[in-house]
């Protein structure tokens, strides 16, 4: 990659297809650039990212249950040329969702994996330690899905 | 020089001493006895007000701050009088969950509500924490942050 | 009457003594006048517990802009009982699993030493419990003892932070030992005894006003390397790593509750006093002052140093483990060394001159 | 041959230094720190879950409880990021409220941090006190704007909750004015104090590279030499209008830490002078529909917390609530790099070093 000042997202967006062709790479529209990813080929995208496209930050790592999957978000930005954000989505199914973890390249994913983990229940494969971290261990499942039923709310109760 | 920074700190823990006795170095306020004056925004539990003239309530029971709780600590039994006006039969904030957020007072379309000059709550029993309608029925006059509206 | 003021307290003993051998025989009336002397003394010491904990809230208040207590009695100055009440009713745990032997005599072992120290100080001219012979030395022999009781409380509270604690404690007060016995030794070489008294009278001239601390340059420096150094024995900050409550919880009395951890405060209180009441000794002319009388003098002298320490505790973060025992051993040893030294020179320069 | 045994300390929940529920499991091998895991979680109330359940308006105040010590940065970030998603324009004067209260919170944060600090150095409560006199100044100012000191719960979609009272102007031109000499007098008490230097110079070094790996943001990066500060990079909100700096030191120690926050400070009064004086009239707030619903879509949006970015990211699925409420946590993600930094330094410099990170567990914990 060359250290062009003009560089922008979309650039690294656009490489990024012809990079890797297999990894179905698919741009989603949104309000930040953001990029689809096979959750197979995430570790070596992210890779490429990081060392050749120069997105060295990793600013955070998201869950969201959309009712029929779950994605993962990861939002990158490069500290050294201001360049960003460019998000990396990976489709995960809600029965047995299982993606690749990327604490290998970025120590500050370790955390928020787990919470992840803990909180919608992705397994992050290869995490050197995933365990439940906001939650204690052996909570039944996981909050922030949406078909999760807590213990019931009590009522409003003008005598206790 | 090894030694002079901690010169220099020891001189401003001193000079804030003697400031104590000859300035006006002490900040604390003497609390049950020395009160700070309650800013006119002070946003304490919601009150009802109550018009001086009728002696009645403003609140016509429409029910938006019991949904613009995000607590839900309202409680709200809607009860109509002889001309068929609503009016709130029972007003009821559980000052317990209450977390004095002033959501239901910006949401009043009445000026029914506004944020009370009560804050020393504390109280042995959490049913005394359940405030009723004639507690929290105060008049213009006696709220604050009515006038500073 | 001024002499009566000046010489009071020696002479209410004296007139004590004649009035108590109307009626008893000789020995009787000296025994008599001992016990009450100690008696006095003791409870003395209690009080002034209370008295510098009242002090060092308000002092230490009024540097961080606040009143300290001010709610109990005029200007809080009935607080120290009321906590003393509070101690008192206090429930008295034991941790279980405690070695009950170490944890017990904890408190009775800092306590001892720190009011034994004040047998050998003279308070004011012919007021000293035992004029010693050899009165340094037993000042350092017995102050040290405090290292057992704090070894002892760490480890017989079967807890993490207290046996942190009480190994620092330990290792603290053995390194600072060295270089505050080689300071003052300073004062022992400029008066020629060990007496407490005698190197106090051998600060009497220039009308009361030969301290050694004014013998430039040694004077200030075996001075401030003493200070230093006692502020360290006592766990004092920024000197207070043995029990850093920011680190350790409490350091080695973490565990102890009620009057046990009363004491621990009193002994270490006593032993701050101490450590000011040897400086003012040894360095500052002990009583010697002109106009005022002795016990004034001597009052005022320590009170004055004991609000230094306060003061530091308001001002100053506290060392770390390592950086306490690397400056105690690389800079006040070499020092005060050094520093004896100077001392032996400059006394040969003027015994040979003076011949 | 003399046999040696690690010790394991819990260190919290309850530990005068860890500034709140927060625990450490240290190894120790004397009074070297072998090993530190971090648990967290003791304050966990599922705050993301909560924003689900009502409308977007009513998660606002539960913003404020997140990061307590600066709520007003904390609104900030949520209304930014709701304004981005739903399309928001925010009036002018607005701006410059939003502006001046969240400078006023960095300023609060870094004091609070300055004083706890200390006190975790084992300083007696003075430079805290001194911290928090100021702080108590501030504080009145939030109070008399928005009528809580703490819990703020003050911007709005699309401007502020209530337009400045009359007299908080005056106050706070009055409260800037005298600001430097405050900084100037805690400097005098704190920077050169050979104590404060020996302790801290040195004691936890994160360096850049590591910084950068690690997702840590914020002053702790700063101190680390990056110069990246959200304010400059990515201007939000009209940052962009204000002349200051975004300073950074080399070494990434402890003292650099302390250090920085001292010069952000004094970048925060510059930037405060400049609102204050720039600020015109007008309308506070853009009206809004009675029943608040953004159009489907995704929205990220990061601001400069006093600790670091915080970052909401707001899913709506077209209705009156929200799908889903990401927080991007500063002092969550700082953290996680504790047990990297403070192996093999003393137990002294664990809380040193946990003491620069700067965390509140309200929002590590969530």
Redesign the interface.
């Known amino acids: 990659m060359t250290e062009d000042a003009t560089i922008t997202t979309q650039h690294i967006v656009d490489q990024l297809g012809s990079a890797f062709p297999q990894a179905g790479i698919e741009p989603v529209a949104a309000k930040d650039p953001m990029v689809r990813v096979k959750p197979e080929h995430l570790v070596e995208v992210a890779t490429y990212l990081r060392d050749q496209a120069g997105l060295d930050y990793l600013s955070h790592v998201t869950g969201i249950d959309y009712s029929d999957r779950i994605e993962v978000l990861y939002y990158l930005y490069s500290m050294k040329r201001h360049l960003g954000p460019l998000a990396l989505r990976v489709s995960l199914s809600r029965e047995n969702p299982q993606v690749p973890s990327l604490v290998s390249l970025w120590s500050g994913a370790d955390w928020q994996e787990r919470e992840v983990y803990d909180l919608l229940g992705v397994v992050f494969t290869a995490h050197p330690n995933l365990k439940r971290i906001l939650l204690w261990d052996g909570f039944p499942g996981y909050p922030l899905r949406k078909d999760f039923q807590g213990e019931p709310e009590p009522p409003f109760r003008h005598s206790y | 020089m090894?030694?002079?920074?901690?010169l220099?700190?020891?001189?401003?823990?001193?000079k804030?001493?003697i400031?104590?006795?000859i300035g006006d170095?002490?900040?604390?306020v003497?609390y049950p006895e020395e009160r700070l004056p309650l800013?006119?925004?002070?946003?304490g539990n919601p009150v009802l007000i109550m018009d001086t003239a009728t002696g009645k309530l403003r609140c016509v029971a429409c029910g938006i701050c019991v949904r613009?709780c995000?607590n839900?600590?309202i409680?709200l039994e809607v009860g109509t009088d002889e001309s068929k006006k609503k009016f709130p039969e029972r007003y009821?904030i559980?000052g317990g969950?209450c977390?004095?957020?002033?959501?239901c007072v910006?949401a009043c379309p009445f000026d029914a509500l506004a944020?009370g000059p009560y804050y020393e709550l504390a109280s042995y029993?959490?049913?005394e924490l359940?405030y009723d309608k004639h507690y929290l029925t105060l008049p213009p006059d006696k709220i604050p942050?009515y006038h500073?509206r | 009457m001024w002499d009566l003021v000046y010489d009071l307290f020696p002479k209410i003993s004296q007139a004590l003594n004649a009035f108590l051998r109307g009626f008893l025989p000789g020995w009787g009336a000296d025994l008599a006048v001992i016990v009450l002397v100690v008696t006095v003394l003791l409870l003395g010491l209690a009080a002034l517990f209370m008295v510098q904990t009242w002090l060092e809230r308000k002092v230490i208040g009024r540097m961080q802009d606040r009143f300290g207590p001010n709610r109990v009695g005029p200007l809080g100055m009935l607080q120290p009982v009321a906590d003393g009440i509070k101690m008192f009713t206090k429930e008295d745990v034991t941790p279980l699993r405690a070695d009950r032997l170490a944890y017990n005599l904890g408190p009775i072992l800092i306590i001892v030493p720190a009011m034994a120290v004040y047998a050998v100080i003279p308070f004011g001219k012919g007021m000293v419990g035992a004029d010693v012979n050899i009165g340094v030395l037993y000042l350092v022999a017995i102050s040290s003892l405090a290292t057992i009781a704090l070894l002892a409380a760490g480890w017989g509270s079967n807890n993490k932070y207290s046996l942190l604690g009480g190994l620092r404690a330990a290792a603290q007060i053995v390194s600072y030992e060295v270089p505050m016995v080689l300071s003052m030794l300073t004062a022992v070489m400029l008066a020629g005894s060990m007496s407490m008294v005698k190197i106090v009278e051998a600060q009497g001239g220039l009308f009361g006003l030969g301290w050694y601390i004014f013998f430039v340059p040694i004077g200030p420096i075996a001075f401030l390397i003493y200070f230093t150094c006692g502020v360290a024995e006592v766990n004092r900050a920024p000197f207070d790593i043995p029990e850093a409550e920011s680190e350790i919880v409490a350091g080695f009395h973490t565990e102890y509750s009620g009057m046990k951890f009363a004491l621990f405060m009193m002994g270490e209180y006593i032993q701050a006093f101490a450590v000011s009441a040897i400086a003012v000794t040894l360095f500052l002319g002990g009583w010697q002052g002109p106009v005022l009388p002795p016990y004034v003098w001597f009052g005022l002298k320590t009170f004055s140093l004991w609000f230094v320490l306060m003061w530091l505790r308001g001002t100053l973060p506290r060392l770390r483990v390592d950086q306490l025992m690397a400056f105690a051993w690389k800079f006040l040893l070499p020092v005060s060394l050094a520093n004896i030294f100077l001392t032996g020179i400059g006394i040969s320069i003027v015994q040979i001159l003076t011949k | 041959m003399l046999k040696t045994d690690t010790i394991v300390v819990n260190m919290g929940p309850q530990h005068p230094s860890t500034h709140g529920v927060f625990r450490m499991v240290v190894t120790l091998d004397g009074e070297r720190v072998v090993n530190v895991d971090p648990v967290v979680g003791y304050l966990h109330r599922g705050v993301e879950k909560l924003a689900e359940r009502g409308t977007y308006l009513q998660f606002m105040p539960l913003t404020d409880r997140n990061d307590y010590i600066c709520a007003m940065n904390n609104n900030l970030g949520y209304a930014v990021a709701v304004e981005k998603l739903a399309g928001i324009a925010v009036p002018e004067r607005a701006e410059y409220i939003r502006v001046i209260m969240a400078e006023l919170g960095r300023i609060v944060n870094h004091l609070i941090l300055v004083g706890f600090l200390l006190n975790d150095l084992g300083a007696f409560f003075t430079p805290v006190l001194y911290c928090l006199r100021e702080r108590e100044k501030i504080l009145d100012l939030f109070e008399m704007a928005s009528g809580s000191r703490m819990t703020c719960n003050y911007m709005r979609f699309g401007g502020v909750a209530a337009d400045l009272p009359e007299e908080f102007l005056p106050r706070a031109r009055k409260l800037v004015a005298s600001f430097p000499a405050f900084i100037d007098e805690l400097e005098a008490l704190l920077s050169t104090n050979e104590i404060l230097v020996a302790r801290t110079r040195g004691v936890g070094v994160l360096p850049a590279d590591a910084a950068i790996n690690g997702s840590i943001t914020g002053p702790m990066l700063r101190a680390s030499g990056v110069r990246y500060d959200i304010r400059r990079v990515e201007p939000y909100s009209i940052y962009d209008r204000f002349d200051f700096q975004v300073p950074a030191l080399e070494h990434g120690d402890s003292y650099d830490r302390y250090m920085l926050r001292i010069l952000e400070m004094r970048q925060s009064v510059r930037i405060l002078e400049q609102a204050l004086a720039q600020i015109p009239a007008g309308e506070i707030q853009t009206r809004l529909p009675k029943a608040f619903r953004p159009a489907p879509g995704e929205a990220y949006a990061r601001t400069e917390s006093p600790k670091g970015e915080l970052g909401y990211y707001v899913v709506s699925d077209g209705s009156g609530n929200p799908y889903r409420i990401k927080i991007r946590p500063p002092s969550f993600i700082n953290i996680s790099i504790l047990s990297q930094m403070s192996v093999g330094w003393k137990v002294a410099d664990l809380i040193t070093i946990l003491g620069s990170i700067d965390i509140i567990l309200g929002e590590v914990d969530r």
Not at chain 2, 99 to 103: E, I, K, V
């Open positions: 090894y030694g002079l920074g901690i220099k700190g020891l001189w401003v823990t001193l804030h001493y400031d104590t006795y170095g002490i900040f604390t003497q800013p006119p925004r002070f946003r613009a995000p839900g600590s409680a009821d559980n969950t977390m004095r957020c002033g959501l910006e944020s029993r959490r049913q359940i942050s500073a």
